[in-house]
């Protein structure tokens, strides 16, 4: 099984713009969304240290 399959079927999916019948570029939500998955951050760690 190649890495991205098992990222695929161990985290949960989140909805799209797509399925929504939206735009087909990715928000930017789903960019830091990507980017969190990447350097292993949660996106609300962060915002919890700057105290947002």
Do not use: F, I, K, Q
Not at 13 to 25: A, I, K, V
Not at 32 to 52: C, K, Q, S
């Amino acid at each position: 099984m190649g890495l991205s399959a098992w990222l695929c079927a161990c985290l949960p999916r989140r909805p799209t713009l797509g399925d929504l019948g939206g735009r087909e570029r990715p928000s930017a939500n789903d960019v830091n969304w990507a980017l969190d998955l990447r350097t292993g951050v949660r996106h609300g760690a962060v915002l919890e240290r700057l105290g947002a």
